[in-house]
């Protein structure tokens, strides 16, 4: 402890930036809440601050006293108060929360490359990972019984998250049971013409699976995920799987 005390005493602020750009930290939150991301300041003289949150290389809000910027997708629910950054808090603030907002957010500060120069630089400050769960969270687990030879219908429910056309897919452990992309589907093996998410359901955010001629075998935890665009500007192909509900069915012999 003391060795790496005078160790960081030695390298000074390279200690400290070093540190700083590894510590990610988590945050989670619920489709529909505020999240807040922390960043703080270090002490920097009297200038205004001059702050900066990008997710990936795309920036997301950015503050210089009462001047500010929020990308598309963000407007009216991204901010750091004035107020706060004055007192150096450059905690970033997101408010509704939709799963596309998962990711991983960094904040930084832009300062002057020298006292007289007027070039600038960019300064990280924290690296914040947003994580986003569905309204029924990954423990909440529902159960659903059944008889052999009737049908079920597993619980889902999509977000509202703007997308026309949402992508849905089922599981059961780690195999692949049904997916379905407006009015694309696939079917697994065992499944086929038993399974369902009624594409006219879909659109009115039901995702729920409908499984027909129950079998023993069909007992099991099913997941349901949604699949969205990484981020909103972009014409990305990046995806990422959010899971949005966890159902355990089981089945009953006549
Ligand atoms: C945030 O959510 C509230 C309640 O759901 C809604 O009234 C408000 O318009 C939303 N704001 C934005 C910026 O999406
Ligand atoms: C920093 O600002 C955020 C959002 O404005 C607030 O929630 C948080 O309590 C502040 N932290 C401190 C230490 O003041
Ligand atoms: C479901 O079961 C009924 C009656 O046993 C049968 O007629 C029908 O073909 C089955 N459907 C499928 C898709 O297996
Ligand atoms: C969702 O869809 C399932 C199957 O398509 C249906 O049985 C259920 O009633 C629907 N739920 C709602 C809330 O509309």
Same mark, same amino acid.
């Given at each position: 402890?003391?060795?790496?005390?005078?160790?960081?005493?030695?390298?000074?602020?390279?200690?400290?930036?070093?540190?700083?750009?590894?510590?990610?930290?988590?945050?989670?939150?619920?489709?529909?809440?505020?999240?807040?991301?922390?960043?703080?300041?270090?002490?920097?003289?009297?200038?205004?601050?001059?702050?900066?949150?990008?997710?990936?290389?795309?920036?997301?809000?950015?503050?210089?006293?009462?001047?500010?910027?929020?990308?598309?997708?963000?407007?009216?629910?991204?901010?750091?108060?004035?107020?706060?950054?004055?007192?150096?808090?450059?905690?970033?603030?997101?408010?509704?929360?939709?799963?596309?907002?998962? =990711?991983?957010? /960094?904040? @930084?500060?832009?300062? +002057?490359?020298?006292?007289?120069? !007027?070039?600038?630089?960019?300064? *990280?400050? $924290?690296?914040?990972?947003?994580?986003?769960?569905?309204?029924?969270?990954?423990?909440?687990?529902?159960?659903?019984?059944?008889?052999?030879?009737?049908?079920?219908?597993?619980?889902?429910?999509?977000?509202?998250? =703007?997308?026309? /056309?949402? @992508?849905?897919?089922? +599981?059961?452990?780690?195999?692949? !049971?049904?997916?379905?992309?407006? *009015?694309? $589907?696939?079917?697994?093996?065992?499944?086929?013409?038993?399974?369902?998410?009624?594409?006219?359901?879909?659109?009115?955010?039901?995702?729920?699976?409908?499984?027909?001629?129950?079998?023993?075998?069909?007992?099991?935890?099913?997941?349901?995920?949604?699949?969205?665009? +990484?981020?909103?500007?972009?014409?990305?192909?990046?995806?990422?799987? *959010?899971?949005?509900?966890?159902?355990?069915?089981?089945?009953?012999?006549?």
């Amino acid at each position: 402890m003391t060795s790496v005390f005078s160790i960081c005493i030695v390298l000074g602020t390279m200690c400290v930036s070093l540190l700083s750009a590894e510590a990610e930290i988590s945050v989670p939150g619920q489709v529909g809440s505020t999240a807040v991301l922390p960043c703080e300041l270090q002490p920097v003289g009297t200038e205004t601050p001059h702050i900066r949150w990008r997710i990936k290389s795309e920036d997301v809000f950015e503050r210089v006293g009462e001047d500010t910027y929020r990308a598309e997708g963000y407007k009216g629910r991204v901010d750091v108060p004035e107020e706060e950054l004055l007192k150096g808090n450059c905690s970033l603030v997101l408010q509704n929360l939709t799963l596309t907002d998962a =990711g991983v957010y /960094t904040s @930084y500060q832009i300062v +002057r490359r020298s006292k007289r120069s !007027v070039k600038t630089k960019r300064e *990280e400050i $924290s690296r914040v990972k947003l994580s986003v769960q569905g309204l029924h969270c990954a423990e909440a687990e529902i159960f659903v019984s059944g008889q052999v030879g009737s049908p079920a219908v597993l619980p889902c429910e999509l977000q509202p998250v =703007g997308t026309k /056309t949402p @992508y849905i897919r089922w +599981r059961i452990e780690s195999e692949v !049971v049904f997916e379905r992309l407006g *009015e694309e $589907s696939y079917q697994a093996e065992g499944y086929e013409g038993r399974v369902d998410v009624p594409e006219e359901e879909l659109r009115k955010g039901n995702c729920s699976l409908v499984l027909q001629n129950l079998t023993l075998t069909d007992a099991g935890v099913y997941t349901s995920y949604q699949i969205v665009r +990484r981020s909103k500007r972009s014409a990305s192909v990046m995806t990422t799987t *959010e899971e949005i509900s966890h159902v355990k069915l089981s089945v009953q012999g006549k």
